[in-house]
């Protein structure tokens, strides 16, 4: 079956410390996304990537960090610098090629990360 | 600075009636539009997509876009309990199909 895989479901982050939540995507879709979804809000922009080795900072980048390897996979990393990740956390992939306005965003199942 | 706003909710509809969510845009070369679902938890999902002016039917829901005012809705029509959950609007801005921008949601209820 393609679609895309967030792992962990849940994640605990002690304070100080960086973790790691991982996307892994088989579509073949050119663009990954992250985004951050507080309680009763909206979807805000973290980073998002059209190619290997290529990303760029969305609306709330600071305290983040994100690695394009491989066009499977866009890892992001929540950082100590992050003071409140407290949040669920969405990866989306989608076609991004000039001419193909017309394409969706697709989601994984999200994290739910959380600072004990 | 570029904006999708929708109508703030929680709306509220008795099952059976028609469900009306709106949702206005800021960037006049927006492409394309989407609604997503998202129930409580959960990751949103694609429901609805549309592109040109004119509605757009698919089952139970109907998406409307006017792009000279800037507005696109989604009823649904028959609502039902399970469509209960909040709407997203989100907005594709470029030639590139990469440059999504949501709005904040639009939380429905329809009550039995």
């Known amino acids: 079956d393609g679609g895309i895989t967030q792992s962990p479901k849940y994640l605990f982050r002690k304070e100080g410390q960086n973790v790691t939540l991982s996307c892994e995507q088989n579509?073949?879709?050119?663009?990954m996304y992250w985004y951050r979804q507080d309680p009763g809000q909206g979807l805000r922009l973290i980073y998002y990537?059209?190619?290997?080795?290529?990303?760029q900072k969305g609306d709330i980048a600071e305290g983040y960090s994100v690695s394009r390897e491989k066009k499977e996979s866009f890892p992001l990393t929540v950082t100590s610098a992050q003071k409140n990740p407290t949040a669920f956390y969405l990866c989306a992939s989608s076609i991004a090629r000039r001419g193909h306005p017309h394409t969706e965003a697709f989601f994984g199942q999200g994290t739910r990360l959380t600072v004990v | 600075q570029k904006e999708v706003e929708q109508n703030s909710g929680p709306l509220s509809v008795p099952e059976g009636a028609i469900a009306s969510l709106n949702c206005t845009y800021s960037?006049?070369?927006?492409?394309?539009f989407f609604w997503y679902r998202q129930y409580s938890g959960k990751s949103p999902e694609l429901i609805m997509s549309?592109?040109?002016?004119g509605d757009k039917e698919d089952g139970r829901f109907t998406a409307q876009l006017n792009k000279a005012s800037q507005y696109v809705s989604l009823l649904i029509r028959d609502s039902q309990p399970s469509d209960s959950a909040t709407y997203l609007c989100?907005?594709?801005?470029?030639?590139?199909?990469?440059?999504?921008?949501f709005g904040p949601g639009t939380r429905l209820s329809v009550l039995p």
């Open positions: 960037d006049r070369v927006s492409q394309s």
């Open positions: 990537s059209q190619i290997v080795n290529d990303f």
């Open positions: 549309i592109y040109s002016n």
């Open positions: 989100a907005v594709n801005l470029d030639n590139y199909g990469q440059n999504f921008v």
């Open positions: 579509l073949n879709h050119d663009a």
